[in-house]
């Protein structure tokens, strides 16, 4: 199962982009890179998944370099309510489905 | 937009005591997944079901937990008897997840317990 290690705080203000780095050095071959994102006393929520290259959605962008050993999370111009903790996990067909959740990425965006 | 149900959203309890969670999936998914959140960690898994069969269980603490999907829809997860350590979030998500593809998975907004 693949491991993932990402900082496990950073500090942003209102309009900045933000990127968070996670390191997955043994991605099995057919994992996808997954980031979930985890608002407090709620539960986490999908926010984008990728496999080589670049992938953009409404919400993030999401990089990830030829070798995959790791992959970054870029948000465009957070808000105060991107305040939240996001997750980096390796999702693959030969895990079953069971993501394995590290303590995540909590960001605190400040006015 | 379906969400993921649970209930209750707080528990308080004393230690000893049997708890009950309950979780209903979005419409149509067979997986569903329990995971228990301990305060400043990620989630973890405790159980997951594919229809009505469990698939994984394997760190269900099964001394005191239960988890039951009987028809393959809801599902519940029994604690009895609660310890101080089982104070945490329990997290129930679901997917329609088939093999060889992928399919996020969607979380309910949890059930808060407390053993005092």
């Known amino acids: 199962l693949a491991k993932t290690t990402q900082p496990i705080s950073m500090d942003s203000y209102e309009g900045q982009e933000v990127n968070i780095t996670c390191s997955h050095n043994?991605?099995?071959?057919?994992?996808?890179i997954t980031w979930y994102q985890q608002f407090p006393s709620q539960g986490p929520r999908f926010i984008i998944q990728?496999?080589?290259t670049k992938v953009t959605n409404e919400v993030a962008s999401l990089f990830i370099p030829a070798d995959r050993k790791s992959s970054t999370l870029s948000l465009p111009r957070v808000s105060l309510s991107d305040t939240a903790v996001y997750y980096c996990?390796?999702?693959?067909?030969?895990?079953?489905?069971?993501?394995?959740f590290g303590q995540g990425t909590e960001l605190s965006v400040k006015p | 937009e379906a969400e993921v149900a649970q209930s209750p959203r707080y528990k308080i309890t004393e230690k000893s005591q049997a708890v009950a969670f309950w979780c209903d999936p979005i419409?149509?998914?067979?997986?569903l997944y329990w995971y228990r959140q301990i305060l400043g960690q990620g989630p973890e898994l405790l159980v997951q079901?594919?229809?009505?069969?469990?698939?994984?269980d394997s760190q269900l603490p099964k001394d005191r937990f239960s988890a039951e999907r009987l028809k393959g829809v809801d599902s519940t997860l029994k604690i009895q008897p609660a310890e101080l350590g089982d104070s945490a979030m329990y997290l129930c998500?679901?997917?329609?997840?088939?093999?060889?593809?992928?399919?996020?998975?969607?979380f309910g907004p949890g059930t808060r317990l407390t053993v005092l």
């Open positions: 996990l390796g999702d693959g067909d030969n895990q079953g489905g069971k993501l394995i």
């Open positions: 998500a679901s997917s329609s997840r088939l093999a060889g593809t992928y399919n996020e998975q969607f």
């Open positions: 990728g496999y080589k």
């Open positions: 419409s149509g998914h067979a997986t």
């Open positions: 043994n991605i099995a071959t057919n994992d996808y």
């Open positions: 079901f594919q229809d009505e069969s469990v698939v994984d």
